[in-house]
């Protein structure tokens, strides 16, 4: 092989690295900045902005779906019977999440949101214990047990228990689950599971409008267009999401998961939720948990790329 050719091979590759990186910070900034879509249109119902969510979806996922040529992989995905079945379920548990984290956000509850995904990724590890027999590293069981006493130090010492938080990361974390075990893409699988919202979300909006109820109308056009604008801000940073996913390493993604609930976080204060010292201290216990689990995911990515076995 030439010296030409490596180094064209070389570019390609950090090409493929960056626009991943690229693509993984877009995703992930987008979702830390979401709280700001869901309190300009904190005067729609909770119930009724997830039915736009959902409605609006669908279009603007059949676009994406379109240029990307992946409408192969909705027909397999709704032909086959058990595809279709686990998607069915991780529908009502991505519905599940949405309506906890608008309701979170229109109820100041902004630092709980950010919680319930600080703890997301530690909840996998907890499931792959107790379900898949799986061993905790040093590392991991240090860091499941900081976060289990910081959410024990809200609800005890701040006297909250952090049901939303916990609604939050127990939804997300059993959709992960099912999703891990359906063959379909991102953006594909996204587009049928609001598919299969759609009758539900399209059967609350008609019936909220022919009852007067609806905030959607041509009475508030601006209000309207915001929440046509669900579609796009729920399908497009899934897109980017799905771009990163392929271009970088699980342990690079895994670790920048972390910048979403960062930045909900300082959403929080900058909508002037209340710290308490229980907040501080939880939020402590938290990001020391969420360090030992980024380290612990980076030394076994390192040994991996060494080809040692781990433990």
Request: hydrophobic fraction near 55%.
């Amino acid at each position: 092989m030439s010296s030409a050719t490596t180094t064209t091979q070389g570019e390609r590759h950090e090409d493929r690295a960056r626009n991943g990186f690229l693509s993984a910070l877009l995703a992930y900034t987008w979702w830390g900045f979401m709280p700001v879509y869901f309190k300009i249109v904190a005067m729609v119902p909770a119930l009724e902005v997830l039915a736009h969510r959902v409605f609006w979806a669908v279009p603007f996922g059949a676009l994406i779906v379109h240029l990307r040529g992946q409408w192969p992989d909705v027909r397999r995905a709704m032909a086959h019977r058990r595809t279709y079945a686990l998607l069915v379920l991780a529908a009502i548990f991505i519905a599940i999440n949405w309506f906890g984290y608008i309701v979170a956000v229109q109820h100041g509850q902004i630092f709980q949101a950010s919680l319930g995904y600080y703890i997301n990724p530690l909840m996998y590890v907890v499931i792959g214990v107790w379900f898949l027999h799986e061993r905790l590293s040093r590392f991991q069981t240090a860091a499941v047990l900081l976060a289990a006493a910081g959410v024990a130090v809200l609800t005890f010492s701040g006297g909250e228990f952090p049901w939303i938080a916990l609604v939050l990361a127990t939804s997300f974390t059993i959709y992960g689950v099912i999703r891990s075990r359906v063959d379909v893409g991102g953006m594909p699988g996204l587009f049928v599971e609001t598919v299969i919202l759609l009758p539900l979300a399209a059967g609350w909006l008609a019936w909220i409008i022919v009852t007067g109820d609806a905030v959607f109308g041509p009475a508030r056009p601006g209000l309207s267009g915001l929440l046509i604008l669900a579609g796009p801000l729920t399908a497009l940073p899934l897109l980017f999401f799905a771009l990163a996913a392929r271009r970088l390493p699980l342990s690079t993604i895994g670790i920048m998961q972390f910048i979403a609930p960062t930045l909900q976080f300082l959403m929080g204060l900058a909508y002037g939720e209340v710290l308490t010292p229980a907040h501080a201290l939880c939020f402590a216990l938290i990001w020391v948990a969420v360090f030992l689990f980024s380290t612990d995911a980076w030394r076994s990515s390192r040994r991996g790329a060494a080809g040692v076995p781990q433990s």
